[in-house]
């Protein structure tokens, strides 16, 4: 496993910052393709954690040679950020811009198949993900983190503690998180049915670019009375995952739908905070939020209400407080 980094000319960490309230992810993938052909050799390893948060392409290459992108930026304790599906790390940009300004280190890297990372045919599975995650973490030598998983990063995050333990973790964070499981299973008969999955199957195989614009209305709970609609917001979901391969994100349903994390939230030792919407049309409270603070020993849950699943973007002046209190506890 190799780390890389690659030099963005005439970027700075302002002109980052500014990237992030605007939101291009569009612009930003460009770039990081563009910016392939100057891939530094791994002895870019020895770059002071200073100038790594100057630099806005970065990858990790795990074992079976898929590369990763990750942002890294500041230096100060590490905070470190799963995403939801089918989005990529910029879908972290509020908690990101927020924590740095207070002093923290804030990585978020694009699960593979997603955003700027590699599109492999293999290993588009939770098992694989988690093991992404580690060769992220073991490659930067991260220690003493915080994880922050939203949706499908919650489950990412359950794993990489139940698969890889918390020798590098000392906090833990669920936000809109997919655990324990959210299909109907006899072990589970509160769940959804798997016709749900199948549908959204369908959504992505036969026209992902119109399902993803669909998406966002219960996603960001658009469709609520009094809601105010948000075009960038809209536009930004959609680009952040047409920006990801048809292959992985279809892969990625059934990792998000079927896996059982129970086990894995059984395993988690560190504080825990979960943080979830109790209108979340995406992730339903009832069937995830407050059966994982049943299970996880040293959880903490707080419920947001009236809000979304989208809560990391529509809410996140009060997700960012919540963080940064549980950062400093």
Known sequence: MQIEHTQEQGHNIDASRRQ???GSTVGAAAASVASLAALTPTAAQAVSA????????HYVTTKDGTRIFYKDWGTGIPVVFSHGWPLNADAWDAQMLFLVQ??????AHDRRG?????????GNNMDTYADDLAALLDALDIKGATLVGHSTGGGEVAHYL???GTKRVAKAVLIGAVPPIMLKTAANPNGLPIEVFDGIRKGVAENRSQFYKDLTTPFFGFNRPGAKVSQGTIDAFWAQGMAGGILGQYACIKE????????DLKKITVPTLILHGDDDQIVPIDNSARLSAKIVKN?????????????????ADQV???LLAFLNA
Not at 114 to 122: K, W
């Open 162 to 164: 139940g698969r890889h």
């Open 320 to 322: 960012n407080a919540d």
């Open 114 to 122: 997603h955003g700027r990372s590699d599109q492999p045919a293999q």
């Open 299 to 315: 959880a903490t849950l707080k419920v947001y209400p009236g809000a979304s699943h989208g809560m990391c973007v529509i809410n």
């Open 102 to 107: 207070k002093g923290f280190r804030v990585i």
């Open 20 to 22: 992030l309230l605007v």
């Open 256 to 263: 998000f739908s079927e896996v059982d994390y129970t086990e």
């Open 50 to 57: 200073s100038s790594r948060a100057t630099k806005l392409g």
